[in-house]
């Protein structure tokens, strides 16, 4: 892989797809997710992306250059873990950060397809730690796994399933007496 970019394609044989030209950067990349349309979103701990200011998350294009179209502003102002696409286009991001545009957004925020803030989605005080994985069901429901001990103020554990609005979904009260660092989604609905 040539230069220090952390994000690379592989064709088909493993050889490095060099049509994609991301430039390079120094940071760590978390989390990514291609679009049905071919973008590439990453989420990590990262300032810049080949010479251009971009805190934390950012999207590509399928070529590896950023889109311009996604503006998050500011961005989250520490590390994103998890990045989890609802199907409505909307984007769940959970990490280690308190604001994403300087907007308060504790571990866990959604933002619209052009990278604004959700206003509809109300976490309240957020976790009173940070956000590992985030697993989004087929009806919208979000189960956040990750380091703490509160979900807006409300005694969950490391785990915490949410409805579409951000509000607890208090049929599942199931806490973790460890940190949880991924989830997987089975064919199911069991995580």
């Given at each position: 892989?040539?230069?220090?970019?952390?994000?690379?394609?592989?064709?088909?044989?493993?050889?490095?797809?060099?049509?994609?030209?991301?430039?390079?950067?120094?940071?760590r990349v978390f989390d990514a997710f291609v679009s049905n349309n071919?973008?590439?979103?990453?989420?990590?701990?990262?300032?810049?992306?080949?010479?251009?200011?971009v805190n934390n998350l950012a999207k590509l294009n399928a070529d590896?250059?950023?889109?311009?179209?996604?503006?998050?502003?500011?961005?989250?102002?520490?590390?994103?873990?998890?990045?989890?696409?609802?199907?409505?286009?909307?984007?769940?991001?959970?990490?280690?950060?308190?604001?994403?545009?300087?907007?308060?957004?504790?571990?866990?925020?959604?933002?619209?397809?052009?990278?604004?803030?959700?206003?509809?989605?109300?976490?309240?005080?957020?976790?009173?730690?940070?956000?590992?994985?985030?697993?989004?069901?087929?009806?919208?429901?979000?189960?956040?796994?990750?380091?703490?001990?509160?979900?807006?103020?409300?005694?969950?554990?490391?785990?915490?399933?949410?409805?579409?609005?951000?509000?607890?979904?208090?049929?599942?009260?199931?806490?973790?007496?460890?940190?949880?660092?991924?989830?997987h989604d089975q064919p199911d609905g069991k995580k």
């Amino acid at each position: 892989v040539t230069g220090n970019t952390a994000v690379y394609r592989v064709n088909s044989n493993g050889s490095e797809d060099t049509s994609f030209s991301l430039l390079p950067y120094r940071g760590r990349v978390f989390d990514a997710f291609v679009s049905n349309n071919g973008s590439l979103f990453i989420g990590g701990s990262f300032t810049n992306l080949g010479g251009i200011g971009v805190n934390n998350l950012a999207k590509l294009n399928a070529d590896g250059t950023i889109n311009a179209s996604f503006n998050v502003g500011t961005g989250p102002n520490s590390v994103v873990y998890s990045i989890a696409p609802q199907p409505d286009d909307k984007l769940v991001i959970g990490g280690f950060f308190t604001s994403v545009n300087s907007t308060y957004a504790k571990g866990i925020a959604r933002l619209n397809a052009d990278g604004s803030i959700d206003q509809g989605f109300d976490t309240g005080l957020g976790v009173n730690g940070g956000v590992y994985s985030v697993s989004v069901q087929a009806d919208s429901k979000m189960t956040l796994a990750g380091s703490f001990s509160l979900y807006n103020n409300i005694a969950r554990k490391n785990l915490v399933r949410i409805a579409n609005d951000g509000a607890i979904d208090d049929s599942v009260t199931d806490q973790a007496a460890g940190f949880v660092r991924a989830l997987h989604d089975q064919p199911d609905g069991k995580k």
